[in-house]
C-alpha cells in the first residue's frame, strides 16, 4: 500500500477508442472553481486527443459519470492502484417527501467501489455522507 499525500482526482472519459482516466493532480489543495476549470480542459483535450501523458496516469481516487447516458445508477470497477471509484448516475425529477409533504423533487444516485486493502466499508459510507451533504448544500464548498 502506497499512502499519497494528495488526491489525485481521475475522471473518466469515454472515446471512441474506448475509456481513459484524466487527473486533476492536487485536487484535495485547490478551490471548487480550480478543479471545475481544471477538468473541463483536461477532458476537452483528451476527447481530442491532446491530452498529454502526465495528465492521464497517477489517480488516486476516480470519478465515473454515466448520468449523461441516462443511466440511473451503475458500480465502478476500481482503477489500480487507485483506492476507490465513485460511480455517478443521473439526475431524476422523482416526488420526495419534505416537511411531511410529497412535492417534486430531484435524486441522484451514487455508488463507491473501495479497495478494503485500503479503506473500510465504514470510512467510505462517511465519504458518501460527505459528498450527499456538499451536493444538498454547494455553498458549503466555497466556505
Known sequence: IVRH????????????????????????????????REARDIVSRAKTGK??????????????????????????????????????????????VKNGQVVPGKTMKVTISADHRVTDGAEAAKFLQDVKRNLEEPLRLLV
Open 51 to 96: 491530452a498529454r501523458p502526465e495528465e492521464m496516469q497517477g489517480s488516486t481516487f476516480t470519478i465515473s459519470n454515466l448520468g449523461m447516458f441516462d443511466v440511473d445508477e451503475f458500480i465502478a470497477i476500481i482503477n489500480p492502484p487507485e483506492a476507490a471509484i465513485l460511480a455517478v448516475g443521473s439526475v431524476r425529477d422523482v416526488p420526495v
Open 5 to 36: 499525500g494528495t488526491v489525485n482526482m481521475g475522471i473518466a472519459v469515454a472515446l471512441e477508442q474506448g475509456l481513459i482516466t484524466v487527473v486533476v493532480a492536487e485536487a484535495d489543495r485547490k478551490a471548487l472553481g480550480q478543479i471545475a
